[in-house]
């Protein structure tokens, strides 16, 4: 198939899904193979990019979605009349980061490292779908594990969390934690892993 289709296909299906699509599906309906479909999205991303257009096409991980272009926000905003989302207290912040950095985490462990209690700030932050469950550590209590979500890598302008910024990590949860220095046994809805 031509690449100019394999972009007309993947710009009317990622502009009707308003949400992020799998590139693997992308290149399944079109018939392509995924490395012909991920160069025609490179084209269009670069094309619409260059070009100044309203929108543009992001990669999230293996994902791709159509979104409005940032330059463009405040005209976007004033004619939805939208409101900015709330922003992020230092607090939440920090225990963003601790997961993003640490993750699968438990809220025992974001509080070990930040040394104060993170319920509210774990809550706002799922209430907000930057962090989601991942299910349960196998460990007395059976903790539940957070990490973030697709709309962490969005808001924060991320193609995956190989671009995060590099940190020096603590390790002193690795020996009040050493559960986490294994490969946890994680239960996901109520259900063990076999």
């Known amino acids: ?69 940032g330059e463009m926000s405040g005209y976007v905003s004033q004619a939805l009349e939208t409101r900015k989302p709330p922003k992020l207290s230092a607090a939440q912040l920090e225990a963003l980061t601790v997961i993003a950095y640490y993750q699968p985490a438990t809220k025992a462990y974001i509080e070990q490292i930040r040394g104060v209690d993170s319920a509210y700030s774990v809550s706002a932050l799922l209430n907000k779908h ?23 890598l969005r808001t924060f302008g991320l193609e995956s969390l190989h671009d995060l910024p590099e940190i020096e990590k603590m390790e002193f949860g690795k020996k009040d934690y050493p559960e986490l220095e294994q490969t946890p046994d994680i239960e996901k809805d109520g259900a063990h892993d076999e």
Do not use: K, W
């Not at 962090?131 to 979500?149: C, D, F, Q, V």
């Open 1 to 69: 198939m031509e690449h100019t289709e394999l972009e007309r296909i993947a710009e009317a299906i990622l502009f009707a899904a308003g949400e992020p699509v799998e590139l693997a599906r992308l290149a399944d309906v079109a018939s392509a193979d995924p490395r012909e479909m991920e160069a025609a999205l490179q084209s269009l991303m670069d094309r619409l990019s260059f070009e100044r257009r309203g929108v543009r096409i992001v990669r999230l991980e293996q994902s791709y979605q159509m979104c409005s272009s």
């Open 130 to 152: 930057l962090i989601e469950e991942s299910g349960r550590l196998n460990a007395p209590g059976r903790p539940i594990l957070y990490r973030t979500t697709p709309d962490f």
